[in-house]
């Protein structure tokens, strides 16, 4: 009988130590790596970087944000959707991923909707349509007019990027047959949008309206619903076209098999971020308004948002590739 038992206590103590190790580690207790589908200098980075100072108070430890813009969001993705499920792995993620991905791709690497679990809806900001200030408009129906007589050429961060549908959609509502230029990123378009190599570009406020006051960029709208509250003199794309409607959002997700106890810790880590003072002064300040949502809620609005992207892809007449 004491046999069996010495047997049977061997048996739990083995079941125990199958157990991954981060389930009973105390988390974090190394840097939490931040996969962010953007360049150097774009509204996802800036955002990554002000939300991480605030999470590394919070959890204690460093986060260090890794961007990868390769393939509109692919990469990103994919390295997120097969990473370890321990928490170490985070993604800040928006519309391209899980909104213009799976609407123009027939095939993905990864699953949007099942390989993921949503964390908190972080953010959401309207672009805004910036022309380069030799350009001798001032208001969307100027653009409009101006761009049926003269060819043009509209910028994007990338093909397929929101930026890219934001040019198309103008192109679809208002009978434009602008040319898209593709960039690696906001910052090289902007670098040409400044030096009127292009003269159009719908970008994030965070990216644009620092150059306004120099001159070296003019916002002529925002592309929302409604006005943004920063700048609420500026008109929406809406007025003049109805139904254009590109906003930028970023959500945090983790790989699908994170357990609960640690998505709960960085939800709980992230939202209490989100009502920092500072931090919403800093989005504020570039035109995004900081959100804070359950894992339900965002999962809600992220099949939403695909939807929606969806329309606006066969709208623009943008064709599904494999």
Known sequence: MVIVGIQRKALAIAVVCAVPAYAAEPYPTRPIRCIVNASPGGAPDVIARALGVKLAASLGQQIVVDLRSSAGGLVAGELVATAPPDGYTIMLAGAAIFGVLPAVRTRLPFDPFKDFAPITLVAESPNVVAV???????????????????????????????????GELLNALAGLKMTHVSYKGAAPALTDLMAGQVQVFVTSPISAMPHVPSGRVRVIATTGVKRNPAWPDLPTVAETLPGYDITQWWG????????????????????????????RERFAA???????????????????????????????????ED
């Open 252 to 279: 945090l997700v983790v790989p699908a098999k994170t357990p609960a106890a640690i998505q709960k810790r960085l939800h709980d880590a992230t939202t209490e971020a989100l009502r920092s003072p500072d931090v």
């Open 286 to 320: 570039q035109g995004a308004t900081t959100v804070g949502s359950t894992p339900q809620e965002l999962a809600t609005f992220i099949r939403a948002e695909f939807i929606r992207i969806s329309r606006i892809v066969k709208q623009a007449g943008i064709p599904r």
């Open 132 to 166: 380069t200030p030799g350009l001798p408009v001032k208001t969307v129906a100027e653009l409009v007019q101006y761009g049926k007589a003269t060819p043009l050429l509209f910028a994007s961060s990338g093909a397929l990027t929101p930026a890219h549908l934001g």
